[in-house]
């Protein structure tokens, strides 16, 4: 399961010069085909509630290999999002930003979802989203 948290609906639109023109939409051709790569299939999401969030981890626990996500703001904030990936054990999470988040403001260099995350990327634009697929491919395969 891809998911992606608040505002990213508006990605291709929102602030280019920090998260480049290409759409969400463009995101998931990504992913597709990197995970077709792996034979896998993706299920990939987008909300600006965290509960919904929430709910969708939860729903990946029981029925998804493994978890891309980013959570944009929440990364930052939310405890709710960490106790539902801390729930998600022996499922492969990556953590995914579009910019690097340790060159930006002060309060973007912590992630509460990183505490949990198999492997964390940032700053590679959307691009990022398939070496995240990738990776939670490859832990998948690894077992
Ligand atoms: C983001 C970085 C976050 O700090 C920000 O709130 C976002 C997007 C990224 O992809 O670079 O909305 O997660």
Do not use: K
């Amino acid at each position: 399961m891809i998911l992606n948290g608040p505002n990213l609906n508006l990605l291709g639109l929102r602030q280019p010069h920090i998260y480049g023109t290409d759409t969400l939409a463009d995101v998931e051709r990504l992913c597709v085909e990197a995970a077709n790569r792996h034979g896998a299939t993706v299920d990939m999401r987008q909300s600006n509630h965290e509960g919904q969030l929430v709910d969708w981890v939860q729903e990946a626990r029981e029925h998804h290999d493994g978890i891309v996500i980013n959570p944009a703001a929440y990364s930052h904030t939310s405890v709710a999002l960490l106790d539902a990936l801390s729930a998600c054990e022996g499922r492969p999470i990556v953590e995914v930003h579009i910019s690097n988040i340790h060159r930006r403001e002060e309060f973007r260099r912590h992630s509460y979802v990183s505490g949990v995350a198999d492997a964390v990327i940032a700053g590679c634009g959307v691009q990022g989203y398939a070496f995240g697929v990738e990776r939670v491919c490859q832990l998948i395969t690894a077992g």
